[in-house]
């Protein structure tokens, strides 16, 4: 098991910045990938970003290409995600997911196998 811990959402005005951390602890030889994925009202948990693990590609939802940043520490099992340029539309719950299949990052949240518990990001105009 995985067991995957966000933190550093908050309250920000438009324009501003904030970045996520996700500690992932456990068997954490096993993933192979990490994304992150959002959920505003009244939507579907959209893909945000995700990144290999060994080879540290990432991958952008057009949404956030450009403003938002996904990287990671393997020392510390932690994975990062810089958002600048926030807009109110970013406002949402952002989930940390860690993926074990061989294959690496993937934009669909079927395809993770552990999840955080979740950080809220509230943008206000």
Avoid: H
């Amino acid at each position: 098991q995985v067991q995957l811990v966000e933190s550093g959402g908050g309250l920000v005005q438009a324009g501003d910045s904030l970045r996520l951390s996700c500690a992932a602890s456990g068997r954490t030889f096993s993933i192979n990938a990490m994304g992150w994925f959002r959920l505003a009202p009244g939507r579907e948990r959209d893909f945000v970003t995700a990144i290999n693990w060994s080879s540290s590609s990432t991958y952008y939802a057009d949404s956030v290409k450009g403003r938002f940043t996904i990287s990671r520490d393997n020392a510390k099992n932690t994975v990062y995600l810089q958002m600048n340029s926030l807009k109110p539309e970013d406002t949402a719950v952002y989930y940390c997911a860690a993926r074990k299949a061989l294959y690496g990052a993937a934009i669909s949240s079927a395809e993770y196998d552990y999840w955080g518990q979740g950080t809220q990001v509230t943008v206000s105009s």
